[in-house]
């Protein structure tokens, strides 16, 4: 089964020799008479998803053709009630074609075309585009048509077509597998040849089954290197899988170096594409290469040849990675000894070269969206400006298996002699709850420096302009004013909009919270705003942090602080930075399920 991309996908066991599927299908049991037939099954059904999934198409099945119908021995994305029914007359079948010719049936669209426009399938199936293949025995008869249907018009490519030849090819095993059963089952002796064949073809479809699970759990290029070879120990065998991608500069980079040696990766890490390797000639061709023996590998692929003597490599399979403009790369099986994959192994690396083609676009789409989530987090978060003679430094950490953004932030501005001390957080840690984050830091900013206003009347200030802009924004905040005094202390004036407490910890280590909450922002269209004040000894050491630090799903919230509160009594001597590392790590946790920020000012001796 090829790896190549199509979209609409149906799977059809045509009529092929009816007279050898009849063999099979004694009169009166299903199959017979509108019944559903006999050769049927989960695995077939897996092969028309397998279909629909690697063509990205909507429909697809595995048909048998009788004399006056057509049976579906596998069938995914048919509407109903033909889905269940598992059946139709000959009057809704394109596949009778393929059985009657014994050959590959394409239709682009089948409104216009005058081989199948009268066909009831188009109304009743709605089959628009159509790609039909003969499944066929060992010996060349036709069992069988496995087809992809598209409910639109569809131009199938070269590739497109060459995956679903191979896909078929290795639908031949299974359906063979279950003639032969059925044989057994009816008193018909079963060659030990035909059993051992049973068995490959069962270990074959486990391989793709399971490859089409795990490649769907990756998430990076490494994952996706690690399940290709983990999948193949055992099946085929490899001494070697190789993953290369092409890069945007039209060079290949392999990305599975670290199983070669560190001479060898370091000479394949970025070549040209127009070197004579497996790889590049699979990905610029984008047709299977295979070398089943040195002098075949020295004859097609002459810039490998030194590579393979030094490895006591003797084969190779290398298959394009299907993508959406071209092959994005090549996926690479070597094996020490001379190998020659026969048809249906062919079909499984294309196979697995069409998921770990998906799996590694999938891998390349969220390490960008990350760098560019990470640029957009760096942006908002602007450095801490001159503080002194105050210190000041904060920490944003965002939650693992997210986007690497979220709705945490901090700021800080230096108005003159004071300093606004700013710690807030919006519902959410994606790419929506940045945006909103965006919009009210920007906003409280602007309030910030135009109006010198006690804090609990800013945070009224920015509570009617979301009102007035018609953007509720639920988010949590702080902001906080610190001005020093005549005496040398610093007096801290905040406002809580519903967020954690601020901590002071004191010079002696003892921990204090500032409590007073007032709503969330948000919540209520004319919220009270209550201003505090207290005064901040010298070397006493604020702490604001968002409420990612000390909550989870499992511990319960007071333990938490409490914990928090001994960390920072531990700590209290520590310089910033090395205070607020250390509060993360040792109370959020490496996996901490939400955004983390946190903001700590040290206040000066006198």
């Known amino acids: 089964m090829d790896t190549s991309r199509a979209r609409g996908g149906k799977v059809v066991v045509s009529r092929c020799a009816v007279s050898e599927v009849e063999q099979h299908i004694p009169a009166g049991e299903p199959g017979r008479q509108g019944q559903a037939p006999i050769v049927t099954g989960v695995v077939f059904d897996q092969f028309a998803g397998l279909v629909c999934a690697v ?26 009630p033909w889905q269940t029914r598992r059946h139709t007359p000959l009057t809704h079948s394109f596949c009778q074609l393929v059985t009657a010719a014994g050959e590959p049936l394409v239709v682009s669209d089948a409104r216009r075309d005058p081989r199948v426009a009268d066909s009831l399938a188009i109304t009743d199936l709605q089959v628009i585009g159509y790609a039909g293949m003969p499944v066929r025995d ?10 992809a249907i ?21 639908c031949s095993d299974s359906l063979q597998q279950q003639l ?59 001494a070697y899988v190789g993953v290369s991608l092409l890069n945007t500069g039209g060079r290949i980079e392999l990305r599975s170096g670290e ?3 560190a001479g060898i990766a370091e000479r394949w890490h970025d070549y040209a594409s127009d070197r004579l390797t497996p790889t590049a000639l699979a990905t610029t061709t984008g047709m299977p290469v295979l070398l089943p023996d040195l002098a075949t590998v020295s004859a097609l692929t002459p810039d490998a040849a030194l590579t393979f003597a030094e490895m006591g490599w003797q084969s190779a399979a290398s298959s394009p990675l299907p993508g959406a403009s071209g092959p994005i790369g090549a996926l690479t099986f070597v094996w020490q000894q001379p190998y020659t994959l026969d048809a249906a192994e062919q079909a499984v690396l294309a196979a697995l070269a069409g998921y770990v083609a998906q799996a590694l ?46 709705g945490d932030w901090y700021d800080v501005v230096r108005l003159d002699a004071e300093l606004a001390l700013v710690i807030g957080d919006v519902t959410g840690h994606d790419m929506h709850a940045a945006t909103q984050m965006g919009q009210l830091r920007s906003m409280l900013r602007s309030l910030i420096a135009d109006r010198h206003e006690p804090p609990s009347a800013l945070l009224r200030r920015l509570d009617a302009a979301t009102l007035l802009f018609g953007d509720r924004i639920p988010a949590t905040a702080v902001l906080a004013y610190l001005q020093p005094t005549p005496e040398g ?36 269209r004319f919220a009270p705003r209550t201003s505090h004040t207290r005064v901040l000894p010298p070397e006493s050491t604020l702490l604001l942090y968002t409420d990612g630090l000390v909550e989870t799903r499992t511990e319960d919230i007071d333990i938490r602080k409490q914990h928090l509160r001994q960390v920072l009594s531990q700590l209290h001597q520590a310089p910033l930075p090395q205070l607020l590392d250390q509060v993360i790590d040792r109370v959020a946790g490496k996996q901490h399920e939400d955004d983390v920020a946190v903001l700590a000012v040290r206040i000066p001796p006198r």
Do not use: C
Request: charged fraction near 15%.
């Open 55 to 80: 063509l990205q198409v909507p429909a697809a099945v595995i048909t048998l053709v009788e004399t006056d119908q057509q049976v579906f021995a596998g069938a995914v994305g048919l509407p109903e």
């Open 489 to 524: 202390d610093y007096l801290l004036k905040w406002a809580n909009a519903g967020h954690p407490s601020p901590i002071l910890v004191h010079p002696d280590g003892t921990v204090e919270p500032l409590t007073g909450h007032d709503p969330l922002l948000g919540a209520l």
């Open 361 to 406: 676009v999938r891998a390349r789409y969220l390490s960008s969206r990350e760098q560019v989530a990470m640029m957009l987090q760096q942006a908002l978060l602007t450095d801490l400006p001159d503080t002194r003679p105050l210190e000041v430094a904060a920490r944003y950490k965002p939650a693992v298996q997210t986007e690497q953004v979220g």
């Open 150 to 170: 598209d409910s639109s018009p569809h131009e199938w490519t070269a590739p497109e077509l060459q995956m679903l030849a191979q896909i078929a090819a290795v």
């Open 180 to 238: 032969a059963t059925h044989s057994a089952q009816t008193g018909q002796a079963v060659a030990e040849i035909r059993k051992q064949a049973a068995d490959e073809v069962a270990q074959r479809s486990r391989l793709l089954l399971e490859a089409s699970v795990a490649l769907a759990e990756t998430s990076t290029v490494a994952d996706v290197v690690d399940k290709v070879r983990s999948l193949v120990t055992g099946t085929l065998n490899p």
């Open 259 to 261: 199983a070669l040696p």
């Open 138 to 147: 060992t010996g060349g008869q036709v069992l069988g048509v496995l087809a």
